[in-house]
């Protein structure tokens, strides 16, 4: 199974980063980090879009926040955000099947140029 997870620019000096390629085995864990550049004081949002589809929201979180928010047909334990500082997000998917391939997109707001910035 394996997710493309594209490096797209956007808004201002803000760039958003994730890792290109991840490859796992049915049954694991899949592993995606995020970085959200200058913008540290807003949640980062995870979307799912298998190709020729529509974004599906998975999950929002911020790193001061004690709970997570998911999308219609998502929820804890399967799908999982962290944080390792104000920045740093990673997404977590538990015992992955055929159905979560896709490509997954990390996304926040740039509140000083009043865009959303998405990778």
């Given at each position: 199974?394996?997710w493309?997870?594209?490096?797209?620019?956007?808004?201002?000096?803000?760039?958003?980063t994730?890792?290109?390629?991840?490859?796992?085995?049915?049954?694991?864990?899949?592993?995606?980090?995020c970085?959200?550049?200058?913008?540290?004081?807003?949640?980062?949002?995870w979307y799912?879009?298998?190709?020729?589809?529509?974004?599906?929201?998975?999950?929002?979180?911020?790193?001061?926040w004690?709970?997570?928010?998911?999308?219609?047909?998502?929820?804890?334990?399967?799908?999982?955000?962290?944080?390792?500082?104000?920045?740093?997000?990673?997404?977590?998917?538990?015992?992955?099947?055929?159905?979560?391939?896709?490509?997954?997109?990390?996304?926040?707001?740039?509140?000083?140029?009043?865009?959303?910035?998405?990778?």
């Amino acid at each position: 199974i394996k997710w493309l997870l594209q490096h797209l620019f956007f808004k201002s000096v803000l760039l958003v980063t994730q890792k290109t390629v991840l490859s796992v085995s049915k049954g694991e864990t899949a592993t995606m980090d995020c970085n959200l550049g200058t913008v540290t004081n807003e949640p980062a949002y995870w979307y799912k879009q298998i190709p020729g589809g529509s974004p599906q929201y998975v999950v929002r979180f911020r790193h001061d926040w004690s709970s997570q928010y998911y999308g219609s047909g998502f929820s804890s334990p399967k799908f999982t955000c962290t944080h390792q500082s104000t920045a740093d997000y990673r997404l977590m998917i538990k015992n992955v099947e055929e159905g979560d391939s896709a490509v997954y997109y990390c996304k926040t707001w740039d509140s000083s140029v009043k865009e959303y910035a998405s990778q």
